[in-house]
DNA sequence: AATCCACAGGAAGTCTCGGTTA
DNA sequence: TAACCGAGACTTCCTGTGGATT
């Protein structure tokens, strides 16, 4: 760089006409993008379980309700939609009045939004003649309206509340599972696909909403190295021609491989290799912008899920941080963090928590997705489970993501004795 | 076999805050 | 304006537990 623009030789104006030299549909990338059925890999029996589930629905018949579990970037929601997408167009040609609507449950969390993004989703004030203001109304009206569009508009609609554990509540899952039986809804009936990543989320919810709930149950599992090989290949030409270096591909894999199976990283960390490149105004990408970009990935996710958190529940991080850092384990339990996470909140002069409530908070911070948990029998002398929590990410990683912080700022490590 | 230990998580009480009622 | 209410965050106390210790 020799001038401050940034862009090397090149004016501003060269900048903003430069051609894109590495990607040509990077839409390909994007999670959300639904690829025709043959780009689809490795979901095959998981295609045709789901779609078998939902088959009496393309002839109005009543659908079966469907539970999918699976972690991040197994290809749940990808399904879903899919097969939704498809059966109601197969559904449209045979005469068949078939809606869908699908609820991302982190961004409607609570019960009213949720069926508000329902009725808005499934409603066509043309014909209708029902409107469904955004707020204002309550929640039984909402359900009212919803009931009506229901039976106005459609034989059968098929509901995908995805990351369903987020939701707060199960009364929409009980109103929705119900809807035909208390007969609030005539003409229609209404079946869903619940989507989970935690096969845990069953066990929070009462016994009858489970009865009507578990009709179909399936479990996706993580993509493997190969699998993920595939799914990239496959939208390759996300890229321009011979842009990626022939390990690029692998090493993506490989490293998501590592993490759980996870598409939706490998796609990411693919993505951001691109950026790198062309931040760098490469030509091509290669290994190393993968390792960049892995990095960066990481460091974002975190953030993310770190950022907007209180400071007591850094603090708890931070603690775990140094903990791991400075000794050969890497699983601490609440006592440990405890004493780790008293000392800093002192330095730091903010209050320090009890531990029974800061245990509280890891977990909440395990089911975040920001700390892991294993529970341990016996030795630790607990309750016949101890809990022991440790990082899900690099302590760099993390102390950068603090670092963020100025509070965490030249923050010395002589805690931990 | 009896007792001890130390932990998870429930119960109940306190505090604080924002909003509402008399 | 005072009194009241309810929710949520937090604390303290307590119980049940099952391996470890005696």
Request: charged share 30%; glycine share 6%.
């Given at each position: 760089?020799?001038?401050?623009?940034?862009?090397?030789?090149?004016?501003?104006?060269?900048?903003?006409?430069?051609?894109?030299?590495?990607?040509?549909?990077?839409?390909?990338?994007?999670?959300?993008?639904?690829?025709?059925e043959?780009?689809?890999?490795?979901?095959?029996?998981?295609i045709?379980?789901v779609?078998?589930s939902?088959?009496?629905?393309?002839?109005?018949?009543?659908?079966?309700?469907?539970?999918?579990?699976?972690?991040?970037?197994?290809?749940?929601?990808?399904?879903?939609?899919?097969?939704?997408?498809?059966?109601?167009?197969?559904?449209?040609?045979?005469?068949?009045?078939?809606?869908?609507?699908?609820?991302?449950?982190?961004?409607?969390?609570?019960?009213?939004?949720?069926?508000?993004?329902?009725?808005?989703?499934?409603?066509?004030?043309e014909?209708?003649?029902?409107?469904?203001?955004?707020?204002?109304?309550?929640?039984?009206?909402?359900?009212?309206?919803?009931?009506?569009?229901?039976?106005?508009?459609?034989?059968?609609?098929?509901?995908?509340?995805d990351?369903?554990?987020?939701?707060?509540?199960?009364?929409?899952?009980?109103?929705?599972?119900?809807?035909?039986?208390?007969?609030?809804?005539?003409?229609?009936?209404?079946?869903?696909?619940?989507?989970?990543?935690?096969?845990?989320?069953?066990?929070?919810?009462?016994?009858?909403?489970?009865?009507?709930?578990?009709?179909?149950?399936?479990?996706?599992p993580?993509?493997?190295?190969?699998?993920?090989?595939?799914?990239?290949?496959?939208?390759?030409?996300?890229?321009?021609?011979?842009?990626?270096?022939?390990?690029?591909?692998?090493?993506?894999?490989?490293?998501?491989?590592?993490?759980?199976?996870?598409?939706?990283?490998?796609?990411?960390?693919?993505?951001?290799?691109?950026?790198?490149a062309?931040?760098q105004?490469?030509?091509?990408?290669?290994?190393?912008?993968?390792e960049?970009?892995?990095?960066?990935?990481?460091?974002?996710?975190?953030?993310?899920?770190?950022?907007?958190?209180?400071?007591?529940?850094?603090?708890c991080?931070?603690?775990?941080?140094?903990?791991t850092?400075?000794?050969?384990?890497?699983?601490?339990s609440?006592?440990?963090?405890?004493?780790?996470?008293?000392?800093?909140?002192?330095?730091?002069?903010?209050?320090?928590?009890?531990?029974?409530?800061?245990?509280?908070?890891?977990?909440?911070?395990?089911?975040?997705?920001?700390?892991?948990?294993?529970?341990?029998?016996?030795?630790g002398?607990?309750?016949?489970?101890?809990?022991?929590?440790?990082?899900?990410?690099?302590?760099?990683?993390i102390?950068?993501?603090?670092?963020?912080?100025?509070?965490?700022?030249?923050?010395?490590?002589?805690?931990?004795?």
């Open positions: 760089m020799d001038d401050d623009t940034g862009t090397g030789t090149r004016t501003l104006d060269e900048f903003w006409a430069s051609e894109n030299p590495i990607f040509a549909r990077k839409e390909l990338l994007d999670i959300d993008y639904i690829p025709e043959e780009r689809i890999i490795g979901r095959d029996t998981e045709e379980r779609a078998s939902i088959h009496p629905a393309v002839e109005g018949d009543s659908p079966r309700n469907t539970l999918i579990y699976g972690k991040t970037g197994t290809g749940k929601s990808l399904v879903a939609k899919h097969v939704t997408q498809s059966a109601s167009e197969f559904a449209r040609n045979n005469g068949t009045g078939m809606g869908t609507a699908y609820i991302d449950c982190t961004q409607s969390s609570t019960e009213t939004r949720a069926v508000i993004t329902i009725a808005r989703e499934l409603n066509d004030p014909k209708t003649g029902i409107t469904i203001p955004v707020t204002g109304l309550s929640t039984d009206e909402y359900y009212h309206r919803l009931w009506s569009i229901l039976d106005a508009l459609y034989d059968v609609v098929i509901i995908i509340l990351e369903i554990d987020k939701l707060q509540g199960s009364e929409i899952l009980m109103q929705l599972s119900r809807a035909g039986e208390a007969g609030k809804v005539n003409e229609c009936s209404v079946g869903i696909i619940a989507i989970s990543n935690k096969i845990s989320f069953k066990e929070t919810l009462d016994e009858r909403i489970l009865s009507s709930l578990q009709d179909r149950e399936f479990v996706f993580p993509y493997d190295a190969n699998q993920l090989r595939n799914i990239m290949y496959n939208r390759e030409d996300a890229f321009k021609e011979g842009v990626l270096t022939e390990d690029v591909i692998p090493l993506s894999a490989a490293i998501a491989a590592q993490e759980h199976g996870d598409a939706r990283k490998a796609l990411d960390i693919l993505r951001n290799a691109g950026e790198i062309r931040d105004q490469m030509e091509i990408v290669t290994k190393n912008h993968v960049d970009a892995r990095k960066r990935a990481d460091i974002d996710r975190f953030a993310q899920l770190l950022d907007g958190q209180p400071t007591q529940t850094k603090v991080v931070y603690a775990l941080t140094l903990l850092e400075q000794s050969s384990d890497d699983e601490f609440t006592r440990e963090i405890h004493e780790v996470y008293s000392k800093i909140a002192a330095e730091l002069g903010i209050d320090s928590l009890s531990q029974r409530r800061m245990s509280d908070r890891l977990n909440e911070q395990v089911f975040l997705d920001i700390l892991g948990r294993t529970d341990r029998v016996g030795r002398r607990g309750k016949g489970v101890t809990h022991l929590y440790y990082l899900l990410e690099d302590p760099d990683v102390k950068s993501v603090l670092a963020d912080d100025s509070r965490f700022n030249n923050f010395s490590d002589y805690l931990v004795t």
